[in-house]
């Protein structure tokens, strides 16, 4: 892992991360980008799509790349990932192309060709994540192989519980299964960004950073990967805001 970068709070993260992609998109005119869904995202796609409203960032040549998804939505689905996406990020932001999961029917033969069009693209240049309570990355909960390759999932009590606040029509539920991109998927990236802020991420970032590299926390594994860098506020990182030292880099091992 490349470092762990602290900020005072979550606008100064979404700062961050804007600024990580206007450099990614100095770079490749048209990177290959995995985006998240969740809360931790919300300020940080506010960033991007005003820096794209004001012409400081053109995100209309990115190649977009779903992470995750509940199994059996379609395109109608209000609570999908897919149109939550839409909403805060793609259509904003005119980003057109958006290689979404074989989440309505992910038959096996499904599940690869979503990953041979990832390999079509030349894979991954910038993969971003967020990390769940229970230390997962996209879905994979704990206990999900380092070598995953993309496919269903049964989603942990907790994270349904996490996501019932999506699924307020009062026919829906949240579904028990979820397609998601593998462990090993998401390391394949040539860059990995994981996010997370808020006190309620400090003890499970904590563990994935200092605890065991493991699949019982599979935020620990991309401790593995070179390029990977973490970005947390002062409250994620369970340290006061302009704690001094919170603005050093604390460069990590695997
Ligand atoms: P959150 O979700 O940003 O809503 O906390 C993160 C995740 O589960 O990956």
Redesign the pocket.
């Known amino acids: 892992m490349k470092s762990l970068r602290i900020f005072d709070t979550p606008t100064e993260v979404a700062g961050a991360v804007a600024d990580r992609l206007a450099e990614v998109l100095a770079q490749h005119p048209r990177p290959v980008i995995t985006f998240?869904t969740?809360?931790?995202?919300l300020p940080v796609y506010r960033e991007i799509v005003a820096r794209s409203q004001t012409g400081q960032l053109d995100l209309r040549g990115v190649q977009g790349i779903q992470l995750d998804e509940y199994a059996g939505v379609d395109d109608h689905t209000e609570a999908s990932f897919r149109a939550w996406l839409h909403e805060h990020l793609l259509a904003p932001t005119g980003i057109t192309a958006f290689h979404t999961l074989p989440a309505h029917d992910p038959t096996p033969a499904a599940l690869a060709s979503y990953e041979q069009v990832i390999a079509s693209y030349g894979g991954v240049d910038l993969a971003i994540?967020?990390?769940?309570?229970n230390g997962?990355?996209a879905f994979n909960e704990p206990g999900s192989p380092a070598d995953s390759r993309t496919r269903v999932v049964e989603l942990d009590r907790r994270?349904r519980q996490?996501n019932e606040r999506y699924w307020t029509d009062s026919d829906a539920f949240v579904p028990t299964r979820a397609v998601t991109q593998g462990i090993g998927t998401i390391l394949e990236a040539r860059e990995v960004l994981l996010i997370a802020t808020g006190a309620e991420k400090a003890e499970i970032l904590h563990e994935a950073l200092h605890g065991p590299v493991s699949e019982h926390v599979p935020a620990s594994l991309i401790r593995s990967h070179p390029h990977a860098e973490v970005l947390a506020d002062a409250a994620a990182a369970g340290r006061q805001p302009s704690d001094s030292s919170a603005r050093e880099s604390d460069r990590l091992s695997a």
């Open positions: 998240p969740g809360s931790t995202m994540l967020g990390i769940g309570g997962h990355i994270t996490a």
